[in-house]
């Protein structure tokens, strides 16, 4: 192996490395953990519902407000690990922070989860433009894949390591509580060979005279909206991913809270729950990751968006805790395949010199959805538990039927979403990123 390939690899493992961490973060805190204790333990009954919606989309405003900008500064000073490092900071940070949470905490658990938030959304915009520095064109299907399928192993270590003191504890809130410090620490430490061997090859550029990086950045976005002009393709594909990711975040955001209303799941139930998720989303981003490459992406992707709604479908009518684990188990290997499928395709359609920029619009169309993905469905559970109260449920079955009701809005997001994906033409869109030649 030469020292170039070597380095090659060293780099990629940098970058799976820090997905590693990153899905910890989204196991215990977005899924298994902290969700479920805001929700039950926190706020209580469906106000727990409305109000995590509620703050995953404030996080998520800032960062689709927030990220444009600060992609093509990144782009332009060849900064990306530089601002990766800035947001993953507050994200440990902040995550670290919710230790203090306890019942009634409501403005605290908010807070400190929206800043926890900003920070591992914001992240990943500069975390996926990195893909474009540690893998030529042709390995993207399998580094994003295997980026996914390592993160995934990353979360069900964490869980693993988790699971018997709060066991141990019979779900001990210091013991719960103290598992969001560890997490953080997990994040932080996994976090650091992707900053020590991660290179950016490209060199810092000299601000024009007359010019500071915000108006150089508007100027530099302005410049680039008109050229996505251009990208047929890539706009086709913004909006299918605009619609049909929301259906994936609502899904991925309430499981908790699904499991623990619907079917009573307590928090050890909720822990292995997810460990089996993430068992199944390891392997579904590595089986996809290699589909993809051998029968087009967005073939692939349109197969793993029909299995994930499929999945959605069967949760509406499923009645025991039994059929919402095999639920569980397949919307795991759909939903891995949806998020890095579209990560690639993303990576494929958009030009090298405007990477962090083009995954920047990537995620606005992510984050300024999941503003309205989860707190619609949050509103709405909210709404219909309260309409079912009103005609003589009692709050409890109230708060099942809507929550079982609002279900059927991911199943409508995901289907508009595979509607519009059926126009992007695929190999017309990797060729006009190819032959882009914009003037910086």
Not at 110 to 120: N, V
Not at 205 to 226: H, I, K, V
């Amino acid at each position: 192996m030469t020292t170039l390939s070597q380095n090659r690899s060293r780099a990629q493992w940098g970058w799976y490395w820090f997905d590693f961490g990153n899905s910890a973060y989204a196991a215990v805190i977005l899924l298994a953990v902290y969700s479920a204790y805001f929700q039950g333990k926190v706020v209580g009954g469906a106000e727990g519902s409305r109000l995590w919606g509620l703050s995953l989309g404030i996080a998520m405003i800032f960062v689709a407000l927030l990220t444009p900008i600060l992609g093509t500064i990144a782009d332009y000073a060849a900064s990306k690990k530089r601002f990766l490092l800035f947001f993953s900071a507050l994200s440990w940070i902040s995550t670290g922070l919710l230790f203090f949470v306890q019942a009634g905490d409501v403005f605290l658990g908010m807070l400190f989860f929206i800043l926890a938030e900003i920070g591992y959304r914001g992240g990943q915009v500069f975390y996926n433009a990195l893909l474009l520095e540690v893998a030529a064109p042709e390995e993207m299907g399998r580094v994003s894949g295997n980026g996914w399928a390592f993160g995934s192993v990353g979360g069900i270590v964490c869980l693993l390591l988790i699971l018997p003191p709060i066991v141990l504890s019979k779900s001990d809130p210091l013991v719960v509580r103290g598992s969001f410090v560890f997490t953080a620490l997990f994040f932080a430490l996994s976090s650091l060979p992707l900053f020590l061997w991660v290179r950016e090859h490209q060199s810092p550029r000299p601000l024009p005279r007359g010019d500071n990086y915000l108006s150089l950045a508007l100027r530099r976005l302005r410049a680039t909206f008109l050229a996505v002009r251009q990208f047929r393709g890539f706009l086709q594909f913004i909006i299918a991913f605009l619609i049909y990711n929301d259906g994936i975040l609502m899904a991925l955001n309430f499981a908790a809270i699904i499991g623990a209303v619907l079917f009573g799941m307590n928090q050890t139930q909720l822990i292995l729950f997810m460990i089996l998720v993430q068992v199944t989303s390891a392997l579904g981003a590595y089986v996809f990751g290699l589909w993809g490459a051998k029968y087009g992406f967005k073939q692939t992707l349109m197969v793993s968006i029909l299995m994930m709604t499929g999945a959605v479908v069967w949760m509406i009518f499923n009645q025991t805790l039994t059929g919402y684990f095999i639920i569980g188990a397949v919307a795991g290997f759909a939903l891995t395949g949806v998020q890095s499928l579209s990560r690639t395709m993303a990576g494929l359609f958009a030009p090298e010199s405007k990477s962090a920029e083009f995954f920047s619009f990537f995620a606005i169309a992510g984050k300024s959805t999941s503003f309205i993905g989860p707190t619609l469905f949050g509103a709405l559970a909210f709404r219909l538990a309260n309409w079912f109260e009103g005609q003589g449920f009692s709050a409890a079955t109230a708060e099942q039927l809507g929550l079982r009701a609002s279900i059927v809005s991911m199943a409508v997001f995901l289907v508009a979403g595979l509607l519009v994906l059926t126009a992007v033409n695929e190999q017309r869109a990797r060729q006009a990123a190819l032959e882009y030649v914009g003037a910086d």
